[in-house]
């Protein structure tokens, strides 16, 4: 039998298509068959984005989620997690790993979407990355030193099999407390994703204050 959850209007902003009706299970949203073990501290929400550089659907997600997570609550812990499925998208994941080491990830991630998707930059390449990351502030030398870390490696690794524990086929995704999985396809558009993840955070706190 499906499982049913109702949204609250008040204060969750939901679209027409999220309102009019209770979400589903196995409609709206999927229950992981195994679920991941989260990564943020007692108490708190964690929400957990799987994105590519060069998805042209993670792009478009950026702005609406983005807005979504400048009202999160201090109960919910959001991250980003780049996918590894091989190539390019391994590339990336080591090239936002390595400016998250170097501090400069929330300085240029946005900027890094768009050098790929409006100037037509493929940035796949250590020489290309690091360039890019000399407008930031650190040299070239220091942002190959990161890109070829030790540090770096492991992290993608774990990204890596974070990824395969959420069953993740596809980009982008949202994944709720490490159990409830979002995709454009049961959100019914990349405008919905954030919406139906806060829906699901509620739904979180619900369960734990029973």
Same mark, same amino acid.
């Given at each position: ?67 979504? #997570?400048?009202? *999160?609550?201090? +109960? ?5 997690? /780049?996918? &590894?499925? $091989?190539?390019?998208? %391994? ?79 596809? #980009?982008?995704? *949202?994944?709720? +407390? ?5 995709? /454009?396809? &049961?959100? $019914?558009?990349?405008? %919905? ?18």
């Amino acid at each position: 039998m499906l499982k049913t959850l109702m949204v609250a209007l008040a204060g969750l902003g939901l679209s027409s298509l999220v309102s009019a009706a209770p979400l589903v299970e196995g409609e709206h949203y999927k229950v992981l068959d195994n679920p991941v073990e989260t990564q943020v501290e007692d108490g708190r929400i964690e929400v957990t984005e799987a994105f590519w550089y060069g998805c042209p659907h993670c792009y478009n997600l950026e702005d609406p989620l983005n807005a979504w #997570v400048a009202e *999160l609550p201090e +109960d919910v812990a959001f991250q980003r997690m /780049p996918a &590894t499925m $091989g190539g390019d998208w %391994n590339t990336h994941a080591f090239a936002f790993y390595a400016a998250q080491q170097l501090g400069i990830g929330d300085a240029l991630h946005d900027d890094f979407f768009h050098a790929i998707h409006e100037e037509g930059r493929r940035l796949n390449t250590p020489d290309d990355i690091a360039a890019f990351f000399s407008d930031y502030g650190v040299s070239e030398e220091e942002a190959l030193a990161a890109l070829n870390s030790f540090g770096v490696k492991g992290t993608v690794n774990q990204a890596h099999a974070r990824m395969r524990q959420m069953q993740l086929m596809g #980009v982008p995704a *949202l994944v709720v +407390d490490g159990r409830y999985l979002v995709s /454009p396809s &049961t959100a $019914g558009s990349l405008d %919905n994703m954030p919406q139906i993840a806060g829906a699901l955070v509620e739904k979180v706190r619900e369960e734990r204050a029973d």
